[in-house]
């Protein structure tokens, strides 16, 4: 079936920082990727979407390539800042199934 | 951008009381609506879809009969809890979409029984 694999968190940083997040996915057919946001006490922010092989997503600072060779999306940012702490989710979508498959999130902590 | 409203954002009752959940779609008709569990520093667990005027496809695991869930109109949808208990307690989360919207997130809904 569908899946979805990240790094385990926490990740701590330093302000300034270089981030990367993995991200693996397993799907049958074409999915969409995407990574959400969750800020603490709150529901999940749409970050950036790569919908086919190649696309990069951006928003924010945040970059991600749909890498279909490799199945992967990771998420990076050059430098990050303290109010980039949050949990950062990447999630696929296939038509087929109608269904978003979320991973289980990836903990980030930037400290000033 | 498109917008998901839920409300309450917090609730906390007795155990035994049913607790009732709206999802609603601001901006945009939302064909399909999903239904997720979250539990404390885990990810989101899909308990169902709803499509507009149609019974709600619940995940394997999921009892239908405890989290009734009706999608009566584009904009809106209800989660009910029925008879909930402490194990019930979580922070559930709505989200809303379209052939022409990508999934939007209503900032869930902690629950709390006591």
């Known amino acids: 079936g569908n899946s979805v694999t990240q790094m385990e968190g926490p990740v701590t940083l330093s302000e300034e920082a270089f981030l990367t997040i993995n991200c693996t996915y397993t799907?049958?057919?074409?999915?969409?990727l995407f990574w959400y946001v969750q800020y603490p006490g709150e529901g999940l922010q749409l970050l950036l979407k790569a919908t086919k092989a190649d696309d990069k997503g951006s928003n924010k600072g945040f970059e991600a390539t749909y890498r279909k060779e490799t199945t992967s999306f990771h998420l990076e940012k050059g430098s990050v800042q303290v109010s980039d702490s949050a949990v950062y989710f990447c999630?696929?979508?296939?038509?087929?199934?109608?269904?978003?498959?979320f991973g289980t999130g990836t903990r980030l902590k930037v400290l000033a | 951008g498109a917008v998901v409203s839920q409300h309450p954002s917090w609730v906390i009752c007795k155990s035994g009381t049913s607790v009732k959940i709206e999802c609603r779609s601001l901006?945009?008709?939302?064909?399909?609506m999903f239904w997720y569990r979250q539990f404390p520093k885990q990810s989101l667990m899909l308990m169902a879809t709803s499509n507009e005027g149609s019974k709600a496809t619940y995940e394997q695991g999921v009892e239908k009969d405890k989290f009734l869930i009706n999608h009566a109109s584009l904009t809106l949808s209800t989660l009910t809890v029925t008879s909930a208990h402490p194990e019930d307690s979580s922070f559930y989360i709505c989200?809303?979409?379209?052939?022409?919207?990508?999934?939007?997130f209503g900032d869930g809904t902690r629950l709390s029984i006591l």
């Open positions: 901006d945009f008709q939302a064909t399909t």
């Open positions: 999630a696929l979508f296939t038509s087929g199934t109608y269904k978003y498959i």
């Open positions: 799907a049958t057919g074409y999915p969409s």
């Open positions: 989200s809303a979409s379209s052939s022409n919207q990508p999934q939007h």
